[in-house]
């Protein structure tokens, strides 16, 4: 069972669409990521978030002739447990509980029987019963 999520710095909307982009890609130049991003702002733009986000921590680059490869620091799955503590911090006064009853009235559909299944077991799992 994994530990408490690093905490990592919180990102802007758009700090997470460029993360989201090398993410997907692995490692990305500037101009990778300003190609991919929706609605980009300007070139020096995306280049001043991407050194923003060396800053927090989130990137680090490397040389590739006069460009700069950004890789992420962090693993996906490391920065998405911090940012789902940081919203049950934020919005849900750190319940679990209260997240995952926001999160079913939002569903478009319902669980499946096996979406309930395993989310029973995660609770089982969770509570150290074998019921």
Do not use: N
């Amino acid at each position: 069972m994994p530990g408490k999520p690093h905490p990592v710095p919180a990102l802007s909307r758009r700090e997470r669409q460029i993360m989201d982009v090398i993410y997907s890609l692995g490692r990305a130049t500037a101009a990778e990521v300003h190609e991919r991003l929706p609605e980009p702002p300007s070139a020096t733009a995306v280049r001043t978030l991407l050194r923003i986000l060396e800053e927090k921590g989130h990137l680090r680059h490397e040389r590739d002739g006069v460009r700069h490869v950004y890789l992420p620091t962090v693993a996906r799955d490391a920065a998405q447990r911090s940012a789902v503590a940081h919203m049950l911090r934020t919005f849900f006064g750190g319940s679990p509980k209260a997240a995952m009853a926001a999160l079913l009235d939002l569903s478009e559909r319902p669980l499946t029987k096996q979406e309930r299944d395993e989310l029973v077991a995660m609770i089982r799992r969770e509570r150290g019963d074998g019921r």
